[in-house]
């Protein structure tokens, strides 16, 4: 398939004499013609990014669907604008399928093309135009059987994920069978899953599964994860029972979708392939989403931190343990999810993680999404917010008052004053080590 887009490049690049670029719609790169020549300015900064990034950036998007490409149905001219990075002009092709904008033909235009005719006004198009737009329609179609293919394959992954423990060997089967006949796939090849949270599922014009390596399939899911077993099921079934995190339990409050990617891995322990996958999906403008309005997160101090710290990433991704098996799917999901959603709260762990890199964060995605102990509920108001980030600086540093004092920039009387705020507000002993437990876990699980 991937050969088949370069071909068809490489003809419209031949008919106009120009470097072509294929671009999906959400601008990551397919395939790019040959450039000649070493004058850097025609091979613009913008293309350039584009190549070796394998995406344009959000701001280069913008500027060029100001000017309708995702509305245009004929060739469109973009004029050069160096301070965007474009030195050299464009003509941008459509490519499209029964209506629907599934990518772009990018052209870069050193002065030869500028007396082109486009077809625009009932003035017919240059021949060349005419032959490079239905080359872009036959491009339009592959696109289009292939978005109908990780479509199916989508539903299939959905579910799997989504089926009670009964329903997960049929659910395995079928998606087993599809996988083998779509991408020929042979069972027992280790997998693992993805989950980018959140993610945009507003447009469902296209399937959301770019071209990558390793990557089979993509669904978008509700955060909670996988539907509660159904009643009667043995909710502690193999599938389930023998990853912590995984299955049986209530699941998180859903602020938005997360996308679960399916990615084939070298070894069950090699995680590479999904890092690579996770990091190009969290460049997707459809990652990162804002929660639908009224749907923000439980807890009025959510939203800014509740303890002080900067609100959650836009997004993040986590990353599931190998697996060889399709029926343990569904507990790789909530692996993966769980630890998204830790990326999310907690910045060190970076805006990709692993579950098994979690740490303490493995138990406390695993707690019920309950309201938080009433002994710390008080502390959790944004009017306290200076002081819960003060309580859990302070017992991150081990209770060292010196290395809390100098992380927060403060003098030590002041820690001293906080913590005793903190202690009258909550009712709790900082000396007694099981009251600084109960304060460290609901802070810290306040934030998921």
Do not use: N
Not at 34 to 43: F, K, L, S, Y
Not at 46 to 70: C, K, M
Not at 93 to 101: A, E, M
Not at 277 to 304: F, T
């Amino acid at each position: 398939m991937r050969g088949d887009y370069q071909q068809l490049v490489d003809e419209i690049s031949a008919a106009l004499g120009a470097p072509a670029t294929l671009e999906d719609r959400d601008f990551g790169l397919i395939a790019f013609g040959a450039h000649e020549g070493d004058d850097d300015e025609v091979m613009d900064p913008v293309r350039t990014r584009s190549i070796l990034q394998r995406r344009s950036s959000a701001a280069v998007r913008a500027w060029f669907e100001a000017f309708g490409i995702a509305r245009a149905r004929t060739a469109l001219r973009i004029p050069p604008d160096p301070a965007a990075g474009v030195f050299k002009g464009r003509i941008c092709l459509p490519v499209r399928h029964r209506g629907i904008v599934h990518g772009y033909v990018w052209l870069l235009d050193d002065g030869h093309l500028t007396d082109l005719e486009l077809g625009s006004r009932g003035t017919p198009p240059d021949p060349r135009i005419a032959q490079a737009m239905d080359t872009a329609a036959r491009i339009g179609a592959l696109l289009a059987d292939e978005a109908h293919a990780g479509s199916e394959l989508g539903d299939l992954l959905r579910e799997l994920l989504a089926a009670p423990p009964a329903g997960r060997p049929p659910a395995a089967a079928a998606l087993s069978d599809a996988l083998r006949d779509t991408l020929r796939f042979t069972p027992g090849i280790p997998l693992t899953l993805v989950a980018v949270l959140p993610w945009d599922t507003s447009d469902t014009d296209v399937a959301p599964l770019p071209s990558l390596p390793g990557l089979l399939a993509a669904c978008a899911l509700p955060a909670g994860g996988p539907a509660a077993p159904a009643e009667g099921a043995d909710e502690t079934d193999a599938a389930t029972q023998h990853r912590p995190g995984a299955g049986g339990r209530p699941q998180p409050a859903a602020a938005a979708p997360a996308l679960a990617a399916l990615v084939r891995l070298r070894s069950a322990g090699a995680l590479t392939p999904a890092h690579a996958v996770a990091e190009h999906l969290l460049r997707s403008p459809r990652a990162g989403a804002a929660p639908p309005e009224g749907q923000a997160a439980r807890g009025g101090a959510r939203s800014g931190g509740p303890a002080g710290h900067p609100p959650p990433r836009p997004g993040a991704a986590g990353i599931g343990a190998g697996t060889r098996e399709l029926t343990d799917l569904p507990a790789t999901w909530r692996e993966a999810l769980d630890a998204a959603r830790a990326a999310r709260a907690e910045p060190r762990l970076g805006p990709v993680t692993q579950w098994d890199a979690l740490g303490p964060y493995r138990m406390l995605t695993a707690l019920p999404d309950t309201a938080p102990d009433p002994a710390i509920g008080p502390l959790l108001a944004p009017a306290h917010a200076e002081l819960a980030r003060t309580a859990e600086v302070f017992l991150d540093c081990a209770g060292q008052a010196s290395r809390t004092a100098q992380a927060l920039g403060i003098h030590r009387q002041t820690l001293y004053y906080r913590l005793g705020r903190v202690e009258k507000l909550t009712g709790l002993d900082l000396d007694d080590g099981e009251h600084r437990l109960l304060l460290h876990m609901a802070l810290k699980a306040a934030r998921l």
